[in-house]
């Protein structure tokens, strides 16, 4: 096998949605973002207009109650805001709140409006908004975790330029939860075609499959965007971005690999290293034979080099994660368990032979093609799950087919893909693991799990919630739920004239920030 995999497919990475407590942001061109995110290459000059290169198009509705993907998250997030929002240390600062508390007990939380925070329309924000935002998003959000947050809300109320948020119980993650209610205009129904938020950048057009349009909002409450217009230029055929790329035509791209990376080398570029804050791995479908079998799934871990594929894929970028957590979530992650299956193709075998596949099996690796780093894993998958008897073959197929069959439908054996985080909590990776959960792809079925995910969710102990969290971790390695590999290395590159771009904590493009040098 070659020193490094050139798949077929050459574009970027998507869903998979945390860089907060990782540490590890590099740069590894001079005259890029310092830690602090401010530029070190020259004076900054505000004005001018970017052209961002992304993998997918955004979905039908830009509605942000709707959203699914995290590509379509991370753009959004320039658009829309609610009363708190993350920033790139991994913090929930007030937005259009100015500040928030918590009473002792953990059930009412106060929310003072910011003055003068206008919508893109112009209008004012009011309490009636806010009201209304939590209210339509209980409603009618996809997302089942804030759903199921949003549906221990006693009452919301206002008393004056002040939201007081009451919960029937105690959560000590509600706060990331509020982050999520983005706030909108009461009674405002073209959200899904032309979203309007409080973001510093505001919507003009879209067009689908080929761009969105975003210009700076003047009158954003914040420190203003530097630049006056960004767009975001889709680009699903990965040689088309390669050739955009190659031809100077966009200014930016992210989760890049490597190989890529090293194809358009540094000469108009610079480039930025990070992490992608996801869960990359093998995932299975615990209800399709064999990988009903605990034991043909810990073979499969077994058999697995995650060392090898860093190195073949990546040069050794990228972190390896034994479980559904990955290293940002610094309290939660356990790195012991990214060696729970030390390399072993002895092992590998004797389990399979235990579990009746002495001969080994066929399987099906349906895999996202518009993503080259899921592709170059799952060419290296193929090689060394071929040691061990088993015969895997790749099925690429198209994004949105792999959203409709593969994730929402659960027709597939096994996909490697990459899970983000919507907020700073565990219960945003670990949750959709549970039983009854719709995001459970992989139809893991573990009343024990469920167990400790319904005490982990319910305690008000941060200690104790922590252990549980960690503990529900150990279980899905224990299990080998899935074939956990990386958390992989994310690199971004941006045209040498162009500097203040961060990495967040979690699957967001924040191009507030993001200004022109001289």
């Not at 993907?69 to 959004?76: H, Q």
Request: charged content about 20%; aromatic content about 10%.
């Amino acid at each position: 096998m070659k020193k490094r995999i050139f798949a077929l497919f050459l574009s970027v990475l998507l869903l998979a949605t945390v860089l907060c407590a990782c540490g590890d942001t590099k740069q590894e061109e001079a005259g890029g973002v310092g830690s602090d995110g401010t530029s070190s290459s020259g004076a900054v000059v505000d004005g001018g207009e970017m052209v961002v290169g992304i993998a997918q198009d955004l979905g039908d509705s830009l509605d942000p109650y709707q959203m699914t993907a995290a590509g379509t998250r991370e753009v959004l997030f320039n658009i829309y805001e609610g009363l708190v929002k993350p920033n790139a240390s991994g913090e929930y600062v007030p937005a259009v709140a100015s500040d928030s508390t918590v009473s002792e007990d953990g059930l009412t939380y106060t929310f003072p409006l910011r003055e003068g925070v206008l919508f893109h329309n112009g209008a004012a924000v009011t309490t009636d908004d806010v009201i209304y935002s939590f209210k339509t998003c209980a409603e009618t959000t996809v997302d089942t975790a804030l759903a199921e947050a949003l549906s221990s809300v006693k009452d919301i109320t206002a008393d004056g330029n002040t939201v007081t948020v009451t919960l029937k119980e105690a959560n000590p993650d509600f706060l990331s939860y509020v982050g999520m209610v983005y706030i909108v205009p009461a009674d405002y129904t073209d959200e899904a075609t032309a979203p309007v938020g409080t973001g510093p950048f505001q919507f003009v057009s879209r067009s689908v499959q080929e761009n969105l349009i975003v210009e700076k909002f003047a009158d954003y409450w914040g420190e203003k965007a530097h630049l006056d217009k960004v767009t975001f230029k889709i680009y699903e055929d990965a040689n088309a971005l390669m050739s955009a790329l190659s031809a100077g035509s966009v200014d930016m791209a992210g989760h890049l690999t490597i190989d890529q990376v090293d194809t358009i080398g540094t000469g108009t570029y610079k480039t930025l290293e990070g992490t992608m804050n996801l869960v990359q791995a093998l995932y299975l479908n615990n209800d399709v034979k064999p990988f009903d079998n605990e034991k043909v799934r810990q073979a499969m871990c077994y058999a697995v080099n995650v060392d090898e594929i860093l190195d073949l894929t990546s040069e050794g970028h990228g972190t390896k994660i034994g479980t559904s957590i990955y290293p940002a979530f610094t309290k939660y992650f356990d790195a012991s368990l990214a060696d729970a299956y030390p390399y072993d193709v002895d092992k590998a075998k004797q389990l399979l032979a235990d579990a009746g596949y002495a001969d080994g099996f066929s399987m099906s690796i349906t895999v996202p093609s518009n993503y080259t780093p899921h592709m170059n894993v799952a060419q290296v998958l193929v090689e060394q799950l071929a040691k061990v008897g088993i015969t895997a073959t790749i099925k690429p197929v198209e994004w949105e087919t792999w959203v409709s069959d593969t994730y929402t439908n659960r027709n597939f054996e096994s996909t490697v893909i990459g899970f983000d985080a919507a907020t700073l909590s565990a219960g945003a990776l670990l949750n959709r693991w549970m039983s009854d959960n719709d995001k459970n792809m992989i139809n893991y079925n573990n009343p024990e799990y469920d167990k400790v995910m319904q005490e982990a969710n319910a305690s008000t102990d941060d200690a104790k919630q922590t252990e549980l969290y960690k503990q529900a971790a150990a279980m899905l390695s224990e299990t080998a739920a899935n074939v956990y590999i990386q958390d992989l290395a994310d690199f971004v590159l941006l045209k040498n004239n162009l500097d203040g771009y961060q990495f967040y904590p979690l699957y967001v493009m924040d191009l507030s920030t993001v200004h022109y040098v001289q």
